[in-house]
């Protein structure tokens, strides 16, 4: 009677296992691939940010190598990223009695090139673009640093959806 317990547990487990198929929390399915690189995202916008390109190339990188298992390399990966940095501004959002701003917004904004060698229908090359407010009585400065994170997140988490996750 134990035999046919553990047999039919087995069997339950077997089935449960082959009929989720090729499935992962990230929702990336079959990637058909093994390898990606992000080449060098060059800041082009005609506000040039010191280590904007370097901070977000990185950001990119970091993001696929956490949500998959793809290995990066520099040279011939099966998914290739490229791009620049094509928009770097900070305008006013809001305006007080006086006249003056009361928040300002960063926007950041990145032309991305996906190549997948393995499957070209997947090719894009498409605009992404994410903001950040902040009170118009604080220096961007100031901000700086959780702008960028907050800003590189939903960048790269929107690339990769585009890119690997189809959302």
Same mark, same amino acid.
């Given at each position: 009677?134990?035999?046919?317990?553990?047999?039919?547990?087995?069997?339950?487990? =077997?089935?449960?296992?082959?009929?989720? &198929?090729?499935?992962?929390?990230? +929702?990336? +399915?079959?990637?058909? *691939?093994?390898? $990606?690189?992000?080449?060098?995202? %060059?800041?082009? *916008?005609?506000?040039?940010?010191? +280590?904007?390109?370097?901070?977000?190339? /990185?950001?990119?990188?970091? /993001?696929?190598?956490?949500?998959?298992?793809?290995?990066?390399?520099?040279? @011939? +990966?099966? /998914?290739? $990223?490229? &791009?620049?940095?094509?928009? $770097?501004?900070?305008?006013?959002?809001? *305006?007080? =009695?006086? @006249?003056?701003? *009361?928040? @300002?917004?960063?926007?950041? &904004?990145?032309?991305?090139?996906?190549?997948?060698?393995?499957?070209?229908?997947?090719?894009?090359?498409?605009?992404?673009?994410?903001? $950040?407010?902040?009170?118009? !009585? !604080?220096?961007?400065?100031?901000? %700086?640093?959780?702008?960028? %994170?907050?800003?590189?997140?939903?960048?790269?988490?929107?690339?990769? @959806?585009?890119?690997? =996750?189809?959302?």
């Amino acid at each position: 009677m134990k035999k046919i317990k553990i047999i039919i547990a087995t069997l339950i487990v =077997a089935i449960t296992i082959t009929s989720c &198929g090729i499935y992962n929390f990230t +929702g990336t +399915g079959d990637l058909n *691939a093994k390898t $990606y690189q992000v080449n060098f995202f %060059q800041n082009t *916008a005609p506000i040039i940010e010191p +280590g904007l390109d370097r901070d977000f190339t /990185l950001a990119l990188q970091d /993001l696929i190598l956490n949500q998959t298992s793809l290995d990066l390399v520099r040279a @011939n +990966g099966d /998914l290739v $990223y490229e &791009g620049e940095i094509v928009e $770097y501004r900070v305008s006013p959002m809001s *305006a007080t =009695a006086n @006249n003056t701003a *009361a928040q @300002n917004r960063l926007t950041i &904004g990145v032309q991305v090139r996906f190549t997948h060698t393995n499957r070209p229908e997947d090719d894009f090359d498409q605009r992404f673009s994410f903001f $950040y407010d902040y009170p118009a !009585t !604080t220096q961007l400065i100031n901000v %700086q640093d959780a702008a960028y %994170q907050e800003i590189f997140e939903r960048l790269t988490q929107d690339i990769f @959806n585009a890119s690997l =996750a189809k959302w």
